[in-house]
């Protein structure tokens, strides 16, 4: 079994600056790809952005040029800068990894247990 544990959410005014961070724990893993999604009261869980294991990031239109992904393979860990932040940024985020147990199995994804996120305007 693959752990995630998020941390770095918080309140921020509008413009503001957070940094989420996640880092998987377990043992015999290996992990693809991390990302981040989030979802807002009343809405479904959507994608933020995503990083490859060789460090390739995409994101949604909605964060670009905002958020930065990154990721320390070394240590299981992948984080979140968010700039400029907007009232709309306001959501519970999730981290997610996929991971295997072994070189003959398929990635699975695994998620973390969610970091609230406030911007107030």
């Known amino acids: 079994q693959v752990q995630l544990v998020e941390s770095g959410g918080g309140l921020v005014q509008a413009g503001g600056s957070l940094r989420l961070s996640c880092a998987a724990s377990?043992?015999?893993?290996?992990?693809?790809?991390m990302g981040w999604y989030r979802q807002a009261p009343g809405k479904q869980r959507e994608w933020v952005a995503t990083?490859?294991?060789?460090?390739?990031?995409t994101y949604a239109d909605s964060v670009r040029g905002r958020f930065t992904i990154s990721r320390d393979n070394a240590k299981n860990t992948v984080a979140l800068q968010m700039n400029s932040l907007k009232p709309e940024d306001t959501a519970v985020y999730y981290c997610?990894?996929?991971?295997?147990?072994?070189?003959?199995?398929?990635?699975?994804?695994?998620w973390g247990q969610g970091t609230q996120v406030t911007v107030s305007s």
């Open positions: 997610r990894a996929d991971a295997r147990r072994s070189p003959y199995s398929s990635y699975v994804p695994y």
């Open positions: 990083i490859t294991r060789g460090g390739s990031t």
């Open positions: 377990g043992s015999d893993f290996s992990i693809n790809a």
